[in-house]
């Protein structure tokens, strides 16, 4: 996601997310520890991997599972394309009052703010602004409907469509089921400040790297969790490889569509309002396109596109000779670009969209593609989680609680302050449940 600090005004209250700063210091000054026994933690994501780190940290026997041949889940790294390491995934810390922001602090790791200029293809005009501001949230008590809907009423013609679904996109939906009102709200919790920054080298090395060399034994790659028996004291975690482990404590940190699905098999079955909390939650398509040209022939940021709403130059707060662009595809418009048949397909038509903005250029600028798919990717499926219409206010406290003081909830899906959809959002999750395992709190 990018930028949606900067469509909605941030009213939430710096420093309600100091709750979790500080976290490493902070561990040094809790009650000595009451839990000693023996930990798996499920999924190699962000969240997955730093409370792996911080159980490690506390002396704990724990292991963790991740189904693919490598950790990090909706971060990755991409070396080669360019002359400057890739993010495939997340890519900007959004704001800088959040746990993630201290490991940049207190690592000196170098980002640069990218606040970079807006411009808008509307009715088949690059602009640098809208006829009308669309920046229609701010602190209002808004209904239960799409944001779609909402534009409607509030009457933005067909013409903001694709504009409304840049802004929809940025949340990882489709304007169409996004609830404009849990939209609203969870903004309104938001408390990791303002500005999107971006990292000189890339968010994966500062996350995954950093924290996953420090627990690389722990680690067992290729490890696909299809059974989760917890009907004794002790929990039994069963691998599609046919390994078994057993634990008093399972930190479960797998993406939203994963619980949604029947790909871990729960005995006992999970509650049934939990099932109810998990379908409430929304997780749509999405995927990054990576577009290297010989020249800066675009802007930094372009929204409106039919193809794809939202392209960004990734060159911001690198050190490089090269031009990329990211089409970042959410929603319908990557249900679609998925459908095709190859990559090839897909890049072609990002490229006819770019052709008709930048009148050829982007053909006679064209050096290299590389599609990352979310969607396709057999343990995330998706982009990230989003509050669909119909989503109750508890919806996401019931998903996260934890089972019989066994099984426990992380990741992004399961963040409670509005800091879903983000690195920040699931590293603060998994240090929840690590304080709530190791009965810290
Ligand atoms: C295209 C894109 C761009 C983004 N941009 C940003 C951004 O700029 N800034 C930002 O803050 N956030 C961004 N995000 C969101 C951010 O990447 C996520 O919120 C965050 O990385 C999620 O971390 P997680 O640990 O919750 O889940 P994940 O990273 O999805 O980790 C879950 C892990 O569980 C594993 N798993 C699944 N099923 C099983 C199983 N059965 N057994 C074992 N393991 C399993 C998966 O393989 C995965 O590794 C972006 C996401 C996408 C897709």
Redesign the pocket.
Known sequence: ??SRRSFVKSLGLLGVGSLFLSSCKKLGLLRPKRFKGKVVV???????VYATYLFKQQGIDVTL????DT?????GKLLGFADYPIDL??????GRSSIVGEIVANGNVQVTIDDTEYSYWFQNQMLTSLPKDISIFEGEDLPDVSFAQYATDKGFSSDYQPIVESLAGDYGADANDLSVKMMNLEELNWSSGDGDYKFKETYFDTIISNFGNQIASLVKTQ????KIDYTQDQVTVSCANGQVYTADKVLI???IT?LQSA??QFNPILPISKTIAFSKIGMGP???VFLKFTSKFFADNIYGGSVCAAYFNDDIGKVTNDFVLIAFVMGDQAASLSALPNDTAIVSALMAELDLMYNGLATSNFVDAFVQD?SKKP??RG??SYSKIGIEETSRTTASQSIDNKLFFA??AMNLNGHH??????IETGFREFSNIMELS
Do not use: C
């Not at 499920?42 to 997955?48: Q, S, V």
């Not at 950790?71 to 971060?75: H, K, Q, T, W």
């Not at 995934?89 to 959004?94: D, F, P, R």
């Not at 490890?223 to 299809?226: E, G, M, P």
């Open positions: 996601m990018k499920i999924g190699g994501g962000a969240a997955g599972l991740e189904a693919s950790i990090g889940g909706r971060l995934g997340a890519q900007w810390m959004h490890s696909i969790v299809n940190t797998v993406p994963v790909d871990i999405g995927m990054k979310y343990f995330i982009a990230y990741g992004e959809q983000t690195v920040h959002g699931a």
